[in-house]
């Protein structure tokens, strides 16, 4: 570790904080419908939607209505996806003739793009065509990436009204996120990543001759484009099979700090916005010391990791960090930081390969997403995530002090408890039962590329990937196989909609409630003491089911490792 790795990581945490309540403040203005600097350009737009669409704005949902409009917004999203998918090859810009993708993966690929997901079983140079590209992937990634925000705030409005049985308009705050805020950030992050030196075209992909003489078929496109959206949204999925690695995704040390900056932007605006929506900024800002204390614990650990290196490699004198898989241009520092932000958000966007990461390098991202991704976590599932925690975590206060839990002038009672425990043990139900079914699938253990504890590591990071709706693997698993495909869109889907259900329950519930006023009997909600009380609960919840599954995967290769054994790669 080195003083300059740790000044890049301050430097981050530092702009961070800094840009959270500028957008903080500006989103809760478009989401109040309230006049801003892009009013006179959007607006005669967004009324032309509504017109089009049949949208009263002024007319209010009950969070059930709510709830059943996203989902059949997704169904349509999902057949759309997939029918492009499969008729690609007769659709125009597709300069390579880019074959009708095999339905297994056309599936799966559909339910990850709109989950937020972005799990690629594929190579999208060789796969996907521009028009698949850009109708597609982009577009998902702005629809995905909008509606996880516009049910986080659904759910603060749920804490923020009272006494009320709606929580918004799904048609309208989808168009006001969409219109205001993503894609006007995206227009001058995409136009900055092109003057980084990301391709944006829509020209046929290049020959050139190295100066070895060797023949490279380069690929190109609309790459600035999809990159802006992937990275603010929290989307991850590469326009290139190597990711954020590959140069055109990555062209530089300052579009790489950039990117990493966009992926928490929106994430911790949201803990501004919800301060500023339930009256009291303090609230928010303790939200995000929450996310705060977390993530720091996980980029020192990660950074620390993979800087100390493998110990039978130290033993053997080959010391200086665990470069294996990591890109030079970044070094361990940038790697590191990439990798946490990225898992602790749901942006499955890497620069380093997670494959050869150290064993305790490995297991931060895989705790990050397994959490359920709540370290500011995708723009809005993130918050909405880490607001179930403090529900519970309301609840324990409430149980040691005596009283009915309160949470800003909201009593907690069973109903709210009960919803938020079914929305955070549907998560692990997912990836820990799918890991134990691959497990005694032979053709699903032959598909992992090393053996061992690490080989375990492959198909647990899958699952917890895909469940928690991050889209980053470990490259080392040959994934695109009928039953991952078909097992892991379940994972998705469930991941994502079966977690947002109760959620909006708990908005609705809310919503109907009273305002209980503050008493001197009332646990304050936006001190450090409450900020220990959710880390810990969050810790102990996360323990208590993770383990085992740790213990079986990058655990026990650590402890190998200090032990001189080795397994022999398949």
């Known amino acids: 570790m080195t003083a300059i790795g740790w000044a890049q990581i301050i430097l981050y945490c530092a702009i961070v904080i800094a840009i959270t309540p500028v957008l903080g403040a500006y989103m809760t203005r478009v989401f109040n419908g309230e006049r801003t600097w892009l009013s006179p350009i959007m607006r005669p737009v967004e009324i032309a939607i509504y017109k089009i669409a049949g949208v009263d704005e002024r007319q209010e949902q009950h969070a059930l209505i709510y709830t059943v409009g996203m989902l059949l917004f997704h169904v349509g999203g999902l057949l759309i996806l997939y029918v492009l998918m499969r008729v690609q090859y007769y659709l125009p810009f597709n300069p390579e003739g880019q074959t009708a993708v095999e339905q297994g993966l056309s599936f799966n690929t559909a339910m990850s793009f709109i989950t937020n997901t972005n799990w690629q079983n594929y190579a999208g140079e060789n796969t996907m065509s521009y028009l698949v590209q850009m109708l597609g992937l982009t577009h998902q990634n702005y629809l995905s990436a909008a509606t996880g925000i516009a049910l986080a705030l659904a759910l603060i409005r749920g804490f923020a009204r009272h006494s009320v049985r709606t929580v918004g308009n799904f048609w309208v705050d989808m168009t006001r996120i969409t219109l ?63 990711n954020s690695a590959h140069p055109f995704e990555n062209p530089t040390a300052l579009a790489n700090f950039v990117q990493i900056i966009t992926i928490f932007a929106l994430g911790a605006a949201l803990t501004n916005v919800f301060g500023r929506m339930v009256g009291n900024q303090r609230q928010g800002w303790a939200v995000f010391a929450v996310m705060g204390v977390l993530f720091l614990a996980g980029v020192i650990t990660c950074y620390a990791a993979e800087a100390h290196g493998n110990d039978l490699l130290n033993a ?255």
């Open 180 to 242: 205001y805020v993503l894609i006007p950030l995206c227009v001058v992050i995409a136009l900055f990543y092109v003057w980084q030196g990301m391709p944006q075209t829509l020209g046929p992909y290049v020959d050139a001759t190295t100066l070895e003489g060797i023949k490279q078929h380069i690929a190109l496109g609309p790459v600035a484009s999809q990159e802006a959206i992937k990275m603010l949204g929290t989307n991850g999925g590469g326009f290139f099979n190597a």
């Open 316 to 570: 053997l004198g080959l010391t200086g960090g665990n470069m294996e898989g990591k890109e030079t241009r970044f070094g361990i520092v940038g790697s590191a930081l990439f990798t946490v932000v990225t898992t602790a958000a749901s942006c499955g966007a890497v620069n380093a390969m997670l494959d050869s990461l150290t064993a305790i390098g490995g297991m931060v991202p895989l705790i990050n997403i397994q959490l359920g991704e709540i370290i500011v976590g995708g723009v809005g599932s993130g918050m909405y995530g880490m607001l179930l925690f403090v529900i519970i975590s309301i609840f324990v206060a409430g149980l040691m002090v005596g009283r009915t839990p309160e949470y800003v002038g909201k009593k907690i009672e069973a109903k709210e408890v009960k919803m938020a425990m079914l929305a955070i043990l549907v998560l692990p139900l997912m990836y820990l039962g799918w890991t134990a079914v691959a497990m005694m699938v032979p053709s699903a253990v032959s598909a992992m590329g090393n053996p061992g504890p690490h080989g375990f590591t492959e198909v647990l990071y899958a699952y917890v990937s895909q469940d928690g709706n991050n889209g980053s693997a470990f490259a080392g698993l040959s994934a695109n196989t009928m039953f991952y495909n078909l097992s892991g869109a379940i994972a998705m889907g469930v991941g994502r909609f079966w977690m947002i259900i109760p959620t909006m329950a708990i908005a609705g519930s809310l919503a109907a409630k009273k305002l209980v006023p503050a008493s001197a009997g009332t646990f304050p909600t936006d001190r450090a003491l409450f900020v220990g009380l959710v880390v810990g609960v969050i810790v102990i919840v996360g323990g208590l089911t993770f383990f085992p599954a740790l213990a079986l995967g990058p655990i026990v290769e650590q402890l190998a490792i200090h032990a001189g054994t080795v397994f022999a790669s398949n």
